[in-house]
């Protein structure tokens, strides 16, 4: 095995390392930027007062306390890492706001991490009401390099509070109400139909991350039938459009995959790279509110 990683990982830089992690993370904030159907005006949180923030328009609940996700990052045949999402079983309460708590983490494989050693963990709080978020947390350690974010977001007054362990102090932004991070984004987009997207349909995105606000733009390609693990599954295609100095910087092509059923969880994310492509794919799917009546029979 570290003889066949060794030619498969010859001549990959750092960036690329650091990239098959984030692949994963931030095809999540990309799931929350295409649903179509999202709303693109901030949230009111005053009008927010029915605890019904994990159903969509069409009361279909999209997930639950205790679902859990596992994905294989591989590059080729060889597997990189595992990433894992999950939403913890019990609420929580920040700053008197009852929330859900989600977690994410990624993880590299032995042999992966003898060349470049991966374990970061993100979480996310946000409102059983609205699914806004108050609190986010960030802890990365990727190679020699160690990096520890906490946001606290003041919905109502527009700001975004960040520590950050290569700051002193904390640094204050203004961000729009409603503001998403990478987490939230996700499950908030998870509520949302979007049975009506076109192919060549663009959907724009704000998002929060690393001290400051972020557009993005996706474009939603269509329906297809992918084959993952040996499965086959009825899924929703997606692209972002790379902007210059955006988010995801990548020169190859990026795709998500979402399944074509009420969960709408990520199936596959795809980074293309000079040579080959990483790849995200699902693993294992536990506590899922609804069937995953994708699968094709």
């Not at 919905?155 to 409603?178: C, F, L, M, W």
């Amino acid at each position: 095995m570290g003889s066949e990683c060794g030619r498969l990982f010859a001549g990959i830089d750092r960036k690329t390392w650091i990239m098959v992690n984030k692949v994963f993370f931030f095809g999540m904030l990309l799931l929350g930027s295409v649903v179509f159907g999202f709303s693109t005006q901030p949230i009111d949180l005053d009008e927010c007062t029915q605890p019904s923030g994990e159903k969509d328009q069409s009361g279909t609940q999209a997930f639950g306390l205790g679902e859990y996700l596992e994905y294989r990052v591989h590059y080729g045949a060889v597997t990189a890492g595992i990433a894992k999402l999950y939403v913890e079983n019990n609420i929580v309460s920040v700053d008197g706001h009852e929330c859900y708590h989600m977690v994410g983490k990624g993880i590299s494989s032995k042999a992966f991490s003898v060349f470049f050693r991966v374990n970061d963990r993100y979480e996310t709080f946000v409102d059983t009401k609205n699914l806004a978020p108050w609190k986010f947390k960030r802890r990365i350690e990727e190679g020699s390099f160690k990096s520890y974010t906490e946001v606290k977001f003041d919905q109502p007054n527009k700001k975004a509070y960040e520590r950050n362990s290569s700051h002193e102090g904390i640094s204050s932004y203004d961000v729009p109400t409603g503001i998403q991070d990478v987490m939230s984004a996700f499950y908030f987009a998870r509520t949302k139909d979007y049975s009506q997207a076109k192919p060549g349909d663009i959907t724009h995105f704000k998002n929060f991350i690393d001290r400051a606000v972020h557009d993005l733009d996706v474009e939603f390609i269509g329906r297809e039938v992918i084959e993952v693990g040996g499965i086959k599954y009825r899924t929703v295609k997606l692209k972002p459009l790379v902007k210059e100095g955006g988010i995801f910087q990548h020169e190859g092509d990026l795709y998500l995959w979402i399944s074509d059923d009420q969960n709408r969880i990520p199936i596959r994310i795809e980074a293309g790279l000079v040579i080959g492509s990483i790849q995200v794919d699902l693993k294992k799917a536990k506590g899922l509110v609804n069937p995953m009546t994708c699968r094709v029979r």
